[in-house]
């Protein structure tokens, strides 16, 4: 697998647990994998589909209390559910800018179908990981926290809050 960035070598750094919340509220953890790209210097967390950065549930569970207003499975309080709505109203219009300019410099890296509006008013499950991959993979995810940490590496300041 090729640096997303420069397409350079990408060896491993090191792994980190993360914890993640599935649909019934039961506690998973996975071991997350960093690595280091050895020709621009990046630090590209491996992010499994089943994660969106910063978020502790499961993209499942996110897509689907996004996708249906009334009701849902997922466990979690109303007050995270309404987080979570009101996240995707500020983040899919910047998501959906993402994915345009990824796929005019990229066309073969994000797939026609990934725009989270679009794909929010009923296309098949899986679409809020799959527009969260290209948008992280070129380093432009943000998040209305803003709190971003960053790691020396060689002496320069790399992003480092994907997790
Ligand atoms: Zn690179």
Same mark, same amino acid.
């Given at each position: 697998?090729p640096c997303p960035c ?23 953890? +996975? ?13 590209h ?56 300019? +990824? ?34 993979n070129a ?25």
């Amino acid at each position: 697998m090729p640096c997303p960035c420069c397409q350079g070598v990408l060896e491993l750094f090191d792994r980190r647990r993360r914890s993640q919340i599935l649909e019934s509220g039961e506690k998973q953890w +996975l071991l997350i994998r960093r690595l280091h790209c050895v020709d621009c210097n990046k630090i590209h967390h491996e992010l499994p589909d089943v994660l969106v950065p910063y978020k502790r549930h499961e993209a499942s569970s996110i897509e689907q209390v996004t996708k249906n207003r009334e009701s849902s499975s997922v466990s979690a309080d109303e007050s995270t559910l309404n987080r979570w709505r009101s996240w995707f109203a500020w983040w899919a219009p910047y998501a959906c800018g993402c994915l345009e300019a +990824l796929r005019q410099r990229f066309p073969l890296c994000v797939e026609a179908s990934s725009c989270p509006a679009q794909s929010a008013l009923g296309s098949a499950g899986g679409w809020l990981a799959r527009a969260v991959r290209p948008i992280v993979n070129a380093h432009l995810y943000i998040t209305t926290r803003s709190a971003w940490m960053s790691t020396k590496i060689g002496g320069r300041f790399m992003p480092d809050s994907l997790l």
